[in-house]
DNA sequence: TTGAAAGCGCTAACAG
DNA sequence: CTGTTAGCGCTTTCAA
């Protein structure tokens, strides 16, 4: 059996409690005796049992994120961001990930009532107002990253601003026409990239033309942020023939790539026939020289970490509402000239 | 506060370890007070203290993993693997991320002794000797993943037959040199991947030419395994002039898009001018149309956590050590022609 | 300052 | 089959 607190305390001849003091760093102790105790831990190579502290003080030191798993580089990065930070305020990171919404609600209640950790992000995912209800009513710490809630902390990417930057970009190259493809529009970040997108256009005394705006509503997959979508649209953006846009600001990078696709199948030059400009800024779009919208991934995952944790501890003015909005940032490369 | 397994026995009127065993499905109990129990749990909302219960039972029901976040996607799916396999055998699963070496001694350490987790698993990352020691004395569970070790259970991919593969298609192609850029020899996987190389042309009755081997020492990162070493690596075989190579195994998929960039710097067409295979399949894999040996990873992560847990549980015929070898596949895109 | 003792919420051995 | 009790290893009053 390993060593526990009551070896160290006969070791060093004095109480587990004076022992715990010392491992939990109570300033009042004697040198004298601490330094017995310090002995005695070193010499029997001893480490506090993690579960058994946790049991007694209620803390487990454990932050659990609820994640989907579906796409690629988005999640390693705002996983690291998390990992990292957790890590650097000596917190475990539990993972639970997610196949199918079904599974979310599982995790939800599991992590609510287990109290196996002492707060969890819920990341780009949903939650229902009755759940939301109880994380709140028992103070129980969560806070969604890439996502939101009325009641509920929550720290994201400032889409429409994203948008903006995007479009604004293709204004200040001075393209006449620019068009937009967007995912579905029952996804949040879709609704708002189109409303950044209109209000760049606004700004500028642009009127929005239905017939350059295209959403993915028929695809299937992704909310429509897939490759195959982005290749569907543009092909209908294509298809007005020489009324065809000179710029589009395509609402997510793997749709631009899509889009890129058919815009070369017509032996269309981007960008010298039609600029494209993409969001999020995932590997690929180095590769393929796309302009593009960085969103601040592993930042985000570092903000919402602090948050959580500040929570947990219960820091001072975690009353009020936390609603954090991180900036993007325009990465240009190839795609869109100038 | 919440409700134990005291409020859930008195208003079952049971002792506790009654509930107990219902919670833990004990086949001794009497359908009655079974039935009785059950509508007192559910009524009260009851569900077990999973802190609690991990110190009773001598059993977190967690696993932890130990990974280097350096790359991309092979990270992701391997991590999708092992979260989804563990989730399926009711456990959770602590992320220890590293980012520097040292971080790893830290976290083997605190995995050994904090008892937090019941396992854990060791991705490509190299364990010392004596580590190796602690932890099969002691009879700790650990597997370790795209790695290996003498004393410890492993899995990996088999290097060696991957290089074959991918050579073999080459030479099946026709060509009649084969040239291969590797990562630095120092690294394991490099080092096999070169035998395996060797032994596809051994078997076909072709030499091993130097001078169509390049090994990609001078580079600082990642072991060779970048783009920029292999864009480096290409021009030198390129360099050759008309002796240049017909075609190319590159050891990974990163470094062939850099080969793949040198070559058409060149004013070279893939593959008419020169072949290339690489090995990972990566997500730019399939969007360059890159022919590449494709590591079974969601797998191997699944395979892994299924034996860490059979130890963990002492399934019968665990002492035999475990050294499974996963067998790749080759993907056949467009750069090899054929 | 320090020791003793009472939990934390649950499991499991032991009676009955 | 079920209730009681003694831990699991640590923290935290409460006295001394």
Redesign the interface.
């Known amino acids: 059996m390993?060593v526990t607190i009551y070896d160290v305390a006969k070791k060093a001849g004095v109480g587990i409690g004076t022992v715990s003091r010392v491992i939990n760093k109570s300033p009042q102790i004697t040198d004298a005796t601490k330094s017995r105790v310090l002995v005695a831990i070193k010499a029997l190579?001893y480490?506090?049992?993690?579960?058994?502290q946790?049991?007694a003080r209620r803390r487990?030191n454990?932050i659990g994120c609820i994640i989907p798993?579906f796409t690629?580089?988005f999640?390693?990065e705002l996983?690291?961001g998390i990992?990292?930070t957790a890590?650097s305020l000596q917190n475990?990171?539990?993972?639970?990930?997610v196949?199918n919404k079904s599974n979310k609600e599982i995790f939800l209640s599991?992590v609510l009532?287990?109290?196996?950790v002492d707060g969890v992000l819920l990341v780009s995912l949903e939650i229902d107002d009755d759940y939301a209800e109880q994380f709140s009513v028992q103070h129980f710490p969560i806070v969604l990253v890439d996502g939101d809630h009325a009641v509920l902390d929550s720290i994201k990417v400032d889409n429409i601003e994203g948008a903006r930057q995007a479009t604004n970009h293709l204004i200040g190259l001075g393209y006449p026409t620019i068009a937009m493809i967007d995912g579905q529009l029952k996804s949040v970040p879709a609704r708002l990239r189109l409303a950044g997108y209109k209000q760049a256009l606004a700004e500028h005394g642009r009127a929005f033309d239905e017939s350059y705006f295209v959403a993915c509503d028929f695809a299937e997959e992704a909310d429509g942020f897939n490759k195959e979508a982005g290749y569907v649209a543009m092909q209908r953006l294509l298809d007005l023939g020489d009324r065809r846009p000179r710029s589009v600001f395509v609402s997510s990078d793997i749709q631009a790539?899509g889009a890129m696709r058919a815009i070369r199948e017509r032996s269309l030059r981007i960008p010298e026939d039609v600029a494209v400009v993409g969001f999020d800024d995932i590997?690929?779009a180095e590769?393929?020289g796309l302009t593009t919208v960085k969103q601040p991934t592993t930042r985000m995952g570092q903000v919402a970490v602090d948050r959580l944790i500040a929570k947990v501890t219960c820091k001072p003015g975690l009353d009020k509402e936390f609603k954090q909005k991180l900036t993007t940032e325009l990465v240009i490369r190839e795609s869109c000239g100038g």
Chains 1, 2 share one sequence.
């Open positions: 390993a190579n480490q506090p049992h993690t579960v058994a946790s049991l487990t454990t798993f690629g580089f999640y390693l996983l690291r990992q990292r890590t475990d990171l539990i993972l639970y990930s196949d599991r009532k287990e109290r196996r790539i590997e690929l590769h393929v």
